[in-house]
Each structure stands twice: as C-alpha cells, then as structure tokens.
C-alpha cells in the first residue's frame, strides 16, 4: 500500500516526469478565504493530460467556462510550452445571497519543456467544449552514420 496516491487524488502524477516544470502546492487544499488562494487555486486546478503518439505529443487542459480569446498557447527559445488565460469572477450584485463559492478564478499558468524531437514550427492548438488540445508533431531522430575509415599504412 502506498501513501503518495492519496496525494493526487489518484491521478498520475507529474513529480518525477523530466519534462514538467509543474510545482507542487502542498497548501492548495487547506480552505482559505483570501483572494491570493483563489489565485493559486485557478493555478493549480487546471488539469493537464500528456500523451505521446508515435506522430505527436497530445497535451489536453480542461479549462472549463473559458473562452478561446482567453487563453494563450506559447512557445519559448528552449522548447518550453505555457499554456496560461484568466478565469473572471462573476460580477455581484448587491441583491444577490451567495450560498457557496467553489469554482476557481483568477490567472492559471502551466509550463512544459518540451522533448529534442518536437517540431516546434508546426505546433497547433484547438479549444473544444472547454478542452484545449495542444498537439505537438515528432520529427524522427537520425540515428548518427557510422563511416568506416580506411587505416593506411
């Protein structure tokens, strides 16, 4: 029996993968009224998915109740890949009783340093039912020629 899926609400973690650049929040799930943890809390509930094809590397966030106009996709010089956008708070009117707030607001930011093999000038992005799916096309590695030198003498 292991301790360290309770974690991660049984979710596969990315903690030992080379490739995240996610940092863990041991405090996101102690309750907390500021708007500071509301932020972090954006941050850390974007969910993020990665596979890897023999074609591509599939990224999918679930980011729900979000516009396309509100997210940006990017790319750094060193194959880093960020997916951040804004959630909005609902505005308030002063004749409305609030029972419960349980959905996040606030900026969400998500970094990935992508592999050698990934074609960077061919990314492309697409936002489907609050699901953003991110795809990454592999280009095959060369394996290096091997040339044989004649020895004189």
Do not use: C, Y
């Not at 974690?7 to 102690?30: A, E, H, M, Q, T």
């Amino acid at each position: 029996m292991s301790l360290i899926p309770s974690f991660f609400n049984g979710r596969r973690s990315s903690i030992f993968d080379p490739f995240s650049l996610d940092v863990w929040d041991p405090f996101k799930d102690f309750p907390s009224n500021s708007s500071l943890s509301q932020e972090n809390s954006a941050f850390a509930n974007t969910r993020i998915d990665w596979k890897e094809t023999p074609e591509a590397h599939v990224i999918k966030a679930d980011l729900p109740g979000i516009k396309k106009e509100e997210v940006k996709v990017e790319v750094e010089d060193d194959r880093v890949l960020q997916i951040s956008g804004e959630r909005k708070i609902e505005k308030e009117d002063k004749n409305d009783t609030w029972h419960r707030l349980e959905r996040s607001s606030g900026k969400f930011l998500r970094r990935f340093r992508l592999p050698e093999n990934a074609k960077m000038d061919q990314i492309k992005a697409a936002m489907d039912n609050g699901v953003l799916t991110v795809t990454v096309p592999k280009e095959e590695l060369k394996k290096p020629e091997l040339k044989s030198i004649e020895i004189s003498g």
